[in-house]
T-cell receptor, first 115, second 113 residues
Framework: KQEVTQIPAALSVPEGENLVLNCSFT??????LQWFRQDPGKGLTSLLL?????REQTSGRLNASLDKSSGRSTLYIAASQPGDSATYLC??????????????FGKGTLLTVNP | GAGVSQSPSNKVTEKGKDVELRCDPI?????LYWYRQSLGQGLEFLIY????????KSGLPSDRFSAERTGGSVSTLTIQRTQQEDSAVYLC???????????FGPGTRLTVT
């Protein structure tokens, strides 16, 4: 059974700092991995999706890397801003692909960026 | 265009009552997913639809839970004889093609008293 772990559970940084959020998964046979952002009382916003054949994806100040063989992904946020404060979740899709679209989520990292 | 919408946004119900939660996916999205987010449990997959059929119902926690999708669009998640442990936020997502980036709705917060 796939298990996804996110460390740390919570992180507080001053504005402007670069930071890294970590995600690890026990079964390296994944199809893709997504990073999401969740604001309090809101749904999830997909930030980046990395296919299993890719090493990284970038969007603005965000960069996600994937090391499938070691079961790890990182989300790098450059020059953090108070508006980045949210819970960040990672989720993996099984490598069997096909019609298996069931995502397994980590429990998230609660990020607070202080002005 | 419009995103995924869910209704109601909040629902309080008494134990033993039935509830229906609605999801309107992004227009044209063929795949629709239901998830449940509980305190301390994280996000768990419930069911997935491709068109109107549900090839994967493995996440439904009990036979009190059912879901349907009509016209390849709107989906309804029904919980019969609600229990307190059903209290959670129920999230719906859609994507096209299936398996690619999922777009989530704001969720329905269900409280069973």
């Amino acid at each position: 059974k796939q298990e996804v772990t996110q460390i740390p559970a919570a992180l507080s940084v001053p504005e402007g700092e670069n930071l890294v959020l970590n995600c690890s998964f026990t079964d390296s046979a994944i199809y893709n991995l997504q990073w999401f952002r969740q604001d309090p009382g809101k749904g999830l916003t997909s930030l980046l999706l990395i296919q299993s054949s890719q090493r990284e994806q970038t969007s603005g100040r965000l960069n996600a890397s994937l090391d499938k063989s070691s079961g790890r992904s990182t989300l790098y946020i450059a020059a953090s801003q108070p508006g980045d404060s949210a819970t960040y979740l990672c989720a993996v899709r099984p490598g069997s692909g096909g019609s298996n679209y069931k995502l397994t989520f980590g429990k998230g990292t609660l990020l607070t960026v202080n002005p | 265009g419009a995103g995924v919408s869910q209704s109601p946004s909040n629902k309080v119900t008494e134990k033993g009552k039935d509830v229906e939660l609605r999801c309107d996916p992004i227009s044209g999205h063929t795949a629709l997913y239901w998830y449940r987010q509980s305190l301390g449990q994280g996000l768990e997959f419930l069911i997935y639809f491709q068109g109107n059929s549900a090839p994967d119902k493995s996440g439904l926690p009990s036979d009190r839970f059912s879901a349907e999708r009509t016209g390849g669009s709107v989906s309804t998640l029904t919980i019969q004889r609600t229990q307190q442990e059903d209290s959670a936020v129920y999230l719906c997502a859609s994507s096209s093609p299936p398996g690619e980036r999922q777009y989530f709705g704001p969720g329905t917060r269900l409280t069973v008293t």
